[in-house]
Nanobody, 119 residues
Framework: QVQLVESGGGLVQAGGSLRLSCAAS????????MAWFRQAPGKEREFVAG????????YHLVSVKGRFTISRDNAKNMVYLQMNSLKSEDTAVYYC????????????WGQGTQVTVSS
């Protein structure tokens, strides 16, 4: 069983920054592919960024490239999403997710943290 707990969301003005954190349980954390997703009101959940187990490769949604950066600290079982130059369209609930098998199927999810960007 893997538990994921997000934190760091909040209200920020457009152009500002936030850093989301995800604390994960599990002894094999360093082998999990981790990702951040988001879901805005009335929209489907979308992939934002992902990172492989040892952080060699990262992937970012085109619309956040150059603004958001995913990273991880395997010694602390933590995943982060640094979000800069925030825009109103980044407003959403952000979820941390784990793919334990590297299959592309994220089988564990956090409860989400709200990010609201005011224009």
């Amino acid at each position: 069983q893997v538990q994921l707990v997000e934190s760091g969301g909040g209200l920020v003005q457009a152009g500002g920054s936030l850093r989301l954190s995800c604390a994960a349980s599990g002894r094999s954390f360093s082998s999990y592919v981790m990702a951040w997703f988001r879901q805005a009101p009335g929209k489907e959940r979308e992939f934002v960024a992902g990172i492989t187990g040892i952080g060699v490769a990262t992937y970012h949604l085109v619309s956040v490239k150059g603004r958001f950066t995913i990273s991880r600290d395997n010694a602390k079982n933590m995943v982060y999403l640094q979000m800069n130059s925030l825009k109103s369209e980044d407003t959403a609930v952000y979820y941390c997710a784990a793919d334990r098998q590297g299959s592309g199927r994220y089988d564990y999810w956090g409860q989400g943290t709200q990010v609201t960007v005011s224009s």
